[in-house]
């Protein structure tokens, strides 16, 4: 049986800021490709004149990922992204010891399809204080889903060091998502949630690519629009395979 394939793969890599630190990848048949540092990438499939088809998605930047795959007949596809944030928070408006909590730390996968994960998490990098079990951010929900991470303890004017980690990842048919937003719930040590606390947010930077890693990319993006060109249609080194 003659088959017909097509492919196609596109990447886009950006380092427009050094605050956070990405990775994308994705799988068809006869492409693999991703790595850190690269924002978007997709990757799709079509053989016997389009009966079977895969494809695969995954973008990662700005405080979210996304990950998506499809696929019809004997074909395989998956696609996986994250994303990796080291912030210092300072808290105001109070003295002492608080418990903070994310609000806006959401993590959702396909429940139509198998199969798609996500996974979210903010977490204190140099925790000060043990949180109580009976402290009421363990048992506080926001309107927009239970959160991911731990109840996390702070001092009143005093910078701590936290981490966001995101993660989703699709294969055969589905998807996952998750992102975080600069939104907190603040309590005091008698469980009193605060409405006059004010604090600063701040990135820290994190290693820019080296002038290999960035060469390497450049090579790849050559590489593959040699690919995609070569096999345009109307070129004749790009027959049809026999299976």
Same mark, same amino acid.
Request: charged share 10%; net charge negative.
């Given at each position: 049986?003659?088959?017909?394939?097509?492919?196609?793969?596109?990447a886009l890599t950006g380092f427009s800021g050094q605050a956070y630190t990405i990775s994308t990848h994705v799988?068809?048949?006869?492409? %693999?490709?991703?790595?850190?540092?690269? *924002?978007?990438?997709?990757?799709?499939? %079509?053989?016997?004149? /389009?009966?079977?088809?895969?494809?695969?998605?995954?973008?990662? /930047?700005?405080?979210?990922?996304?990950?998506?795959?499809?696929?019809? +007949?004997?074909?395989?596809?998956?696609?996986?992204?994250?994303?990796?944030?080291?912030?210092?928070? #300072?808290?105001? $408006? +109070?003295? /002492?010891? +608080?418990?903070?909590?994310?609000?806006?730390?959401?993590?959702?996968?396909?429940?139509?399809?198998?199969?798609?994960?996500?996974?979210?998490?903010?977490?204190?990098?140099? =925790?000060? &204080?043990? &949180?109580?079990?009976? !402290?009421?951010?363990?048992?506080? @929900?926001?309107?927009? $889903? =239970?959160? @991911?991470?731990?109840?996390?303890?702070?001092?009143?004017?005093?910078? %701590?060091?936290?981490?966001?980690?995101?993660? !989703? *990842?699709?294969?055969? @048919?589905?998807?996952?998502?998750?992102?975080?937003?600069?939104?907190?719930?603040?309590? %005091?040590?008698?469980?009193?949630?605060?409405?006059?606390?004010?604090? #600063?947010? #701040?990135?820290?930077?994190?290693?820019?690519?080296?002038?290999? *890693?960035?060469?390497?990319? /450049?090579?790849? !993006? &050559?590489?593959?629009?040699?690919?995609?060109? @070569?096999?345009?249609?109307?070129?004749?080194?790009?027959? =049809?395979?026999?299976?």
């Amino acid at each position: 049986m003659r088959l017909h394939h097509s492919f196609l793969i596109l990447a886009l890599t950006g380092f427009s800021g050094q605050a956070y630190t990405i990775s994308t990848h994705v799988s068809c048949p006869g492409y %693999d490709y991703g790595g850190p540092g690269i *924002s978007h990438t997709q990757c799709s499939y %079509d053989a016997n004149n /389009g009966a079977w088809y895969s494809t695969a998605y995954a973008s990662a /930047g700005n405080g979210s990922v996304y990950a998506s795959a499809d696929n019809f +007949g004997p074909v395989s596809a998956s696609a996986s992204a994250s994303y990796h944030a080291v912030l210092t928070m #300072t808290v105001f $408006g +109070g003295e /002492g010891i +608080g418990y903070l909590l994310p609000t806006y730390l959401t993590a959702h996968e396909s429940l139509n399809h198998c199969c798609g994960s996500a996974d979210a998490r903010f977490l204190d990098a140099t =925790p000060d &204080v043990t &949180v109580p079990q009976d !402290a009421p951010c363990w048992s506080f @929900r926001p309107l927009n $889903g =239970p959160p @991911r991470g731990a109840c996390i303890s702070f001092i009143f004017g005093q910078a %701590d060091t936290y981490t966001v980690d995101l993660y !989703a *990842s699709a294969s055969g @048919r589905g998807d996952g998502t998750a992102s975080f937003q600069d939104s907190f719930a603040f309590w %005091d040590t008698q469980g009193n949630l605060l409405s006059n606390v004010q604090y #600063t947010l #701040t990135d820290v930077d994190q290693p820019e690519p080296s002038s290999k *890693s960035l060469a390497f990319l /450049g090579l790849a !993006a &050559v590489a593959i629009i040699y690919r995609l060109t @070569r096999c345009a249609p109307g070129h004749s080194n790009c027959a =049809p395979e026999e299976l």
